[in-house]
């Protein structure tokens, strides 16, 4: 071992320098850079930090008209954030870590199991939209007219087993993210986080009871669909108003009410994603 540290192992042959020194010269292999496991942790609060921040501004921006139409596109980035972020999470050294993975995971499917379903429905009720029409004759029904039909009403089964397929893994992929955040807020210590799970699931529970009773009026007729004539009053304005102006044209008070559910909706989403991104934001630089 002198040999090999002494300035005179500089005058040996290669050959010699490695039959007195042996293994200890062995070069060890190159290794790929390994980013620290608790780097992941950093990574993934900061990612849902701004998957929140995106789900505040998405939210916002429903409430103003024509620029609201981008909300949409707002919402499908806040959810890539929302992966990302649990799997991150998923990887770091939490004991709950398993657990956010996991949520990740069902938000994954989630998304593949909603492409398939919608995919499927929109076709089955195209054919039904057709056949509808061929059948009430040569004048141009209203959507009233159709959906009420018998062409229509044959599939009624099978367009709520395929929509109750459509919301069953959402819901669950949205129900982990609810518990998981609230575990997270025991974890880092951010009780806001709680908050925002709870708000969270205040507006999952509205959104779907109002969808519910909704969906339940127009099938059997308390309100009814909008005619070319109520339409066309708004002129280019129906587009970006469209949703409110469903609500207050067709459906009266009652839509007035639905209305104001909507509102509520959307700041619960708001308040919720804010709490969310603070209680991130607190968990990283406090």
Same mark, same amino acid.
């Given at each position: ?5 002494? /300035? ?6 290669d050959a010699e ?9 062995? =070069? /060890? ?8 496991v /608790?780097?992941?942790?950093?990574? &993934? *609060? ?11 501004i &998405? ?15 707002v ?20 004991a ?5 993975? /996991?949520? $990740? ?5 989630s ?6 379903? =919608?995919?499927?429905g ?7 939209? %057709? ?10 029904p ?10 229509f009403?044959?599939l ?14 959402p819901?669950?992929?949205w129900y982990? %993210?609810?518990?998981s955040?609230?575990? *997270?807020?025991?974890?880092?210590s951010? !009780?806001?986080?709680?908050? =925002?799970g709870?708000l969270?699931?205040?507006?999952v529970?509205? $959104? ?14 308390v309100?009814?669909? !909008? ?7 708004? &002129? ?15 459906? $009266?008070y009652v &839509?007035?009410?639905?209305? %104001? ?7 619960? *989403? ?17």
């Open positions: 071992m002198f040999l090999c540290t002494n /300035s005179r192992a500089e005058q040996l042959s320098l490695l039959q007195r020194c042996g293994s200890n010269l062995n =070069a /060890s292999p190159a290794q790929a850079p390994v980013v620290p /608790s780097d992941q942790r950093l990574r &993934g *609060l900061d990612n849902l930090k701004w998957s929140f921040l995106l789900f505040m &998405g939210g916002a921006l429903t409430f103003v008209p024509l620029i609201g139409l981008i909300s949409g596109l919402y499908i980035v806040a959810l890539v954030f929302l992966i990302v972020g649990w799997r991150n999470l998923g990887r770091s050294t939490l709950e870590a398993q657990r956010y993975k /996991s949520t $990740g995971s069902w938000l994954i499917y998304i593949v199991v909603a492409v398939v379903v =919608a995919v499927i929109i076709v089955i009720v195209s054919i039904q939209l %057709v056949s509808a029409e061929l059948a009430l004759g040569s004048t141009r209203s959507f009233q007219a159709i959906f009420q039909s018998e062409a009403r044959n009624e089964g099978e367009i709520f087993a395929l929509t109750g397929a459509a919301l069953v893994v819901l669950v992929a982990r %993210v609810i518990t955040l609230m575990r *997270l807020a025991d974890e880092v951010q !009780p806001r986080l709680r908050t =925002a709870w969270l699931l205040t507006f529970l509205i $959104g779907l009871g109002s969808s519910a009773v909704l969906s339940a009026m127009f099938y059997t007729g309100i009814s669909f !909008p005619t070319s004539t109520t339409t066309g009053g708004l &002129g280019v304005f129906y587009a970006p108003y469209s949703s409110y102006y469903f609500y207050l044209s067709f459906a $009266g &839509g007035v009410a639905f209305l %104001v559910i909507s509102f509520v909706g959307e700041g619960l *989403l708001i308040l919720a994603s804010y709490l969310g991104y603070k209680g991130l934001k607190g968990a990283l630089y406090g």
